[in-house]
């Protein structure tokens, strides 16, 4: 149980391009769900809390309207990264708390922009 | 503030227990918790703690808390190759998101 699934696993787009990131819950409501970025060989790094039916809350120094974040319902949060630069290039992980037990985290997606 | 820390690598020979170490700040983290990455995939939940609690042992696995020192430990009993991976070590104080440390890179020798 608890599983969450995220989409797509790898992506590759050109500049100046946007990119939708899925992340779903499968066997649960997420009322909060995170999304994390993470440089190579390095720990992950808190963007922003989605919470559903209201505003993310971005961590300082992410911007907003760069990396958009929708919680439209209780399973499903996207992330989508506007106008995309090779900068951005990353590899993005969600994440959803399951009660007590502890953070499920989705299987990650492979930024690349070119 | 919040901060976890971890060695950042261990290597160990297949067969022997492998002991990765963490130690945190905040005290009012209710669980703390370990993670697994392996190269190009997301974290996985290998196991976690309550604060409340010394030892939890889950088979090969086993967290060790010394909630004085904050201090954390995971043992990996019989170390095999497909352990190779990144540990991450997190603590939740409060109620905000988890906080990582760096992770460390455990390499396993055949």
């Known amino acids: 149980g608890a599983v969450v699934s995220q989409h797509p696993s790898r992506v590759i787009c050109k500049s100046g391009t946007s990119v939708k990131i899925e992340c779903r819950s499968l066997d649960f409501q997420a009322t909060t769900m995170f999304w994390y970025r993470q440089f190579p060989k390095q720990s992950l790094m808190l963007m922003a809390t989605s919470n559903e039916g209201s505003k993310a809350t971005y961590e300082q120094g992410v911007e907003k309207d760069k990396f958009l974040i929708n919680h439209a319902s209780l399973t499903l949060s996207t992330l989508t990264v506007t106008s995309a630069h090779p900068e951005d290039s990353s590899f993005y992980i969600c994440?959803?708390?399951?009660?007590?037990?502890?953070?499920?985290f989705g299987s990650g997606t492979r930024l690349t922009v070119v | 503030g919040e901060d976890v820390e971890q060695s950042l690598f261990l290597s160990v020979r297949e067969g022997d227990s492998s002991v990765i170490n963490c130690t945190y700040t905040d005290s009012s983290s209710t669980y703390l918790y370990w993670y697994k990455q392996e190269p190009g995939a997301g974290l996985q939940l290998l196991t976690y703690?309550?604060?409340?609690?010394d030892m939890k042992q889950d088979q090969r696995l086993t967290v060790l808390l010394n909630k004085k020192d904050k201090h954390l430990s995971l043992r990996i009993a019989d170390t095999q190759t497909g352990d190779s991976a990144i540990y991450f070590c997190?603590?939740?104080?409060?109620?905000?998101?988890?906080?990582f440390g760096k992770g460390t890179r455990l390499s396993v020798i055949a």
């Open positions: 703690i309550f604060s409340n609690m």
């Open positions: 997190a603590e939740n104080p409060g109620n905000t998101p988890l906080v």
């Open positions: 994440s959803a708390r399951r009660g007590e037990g502890g953070y499920t």
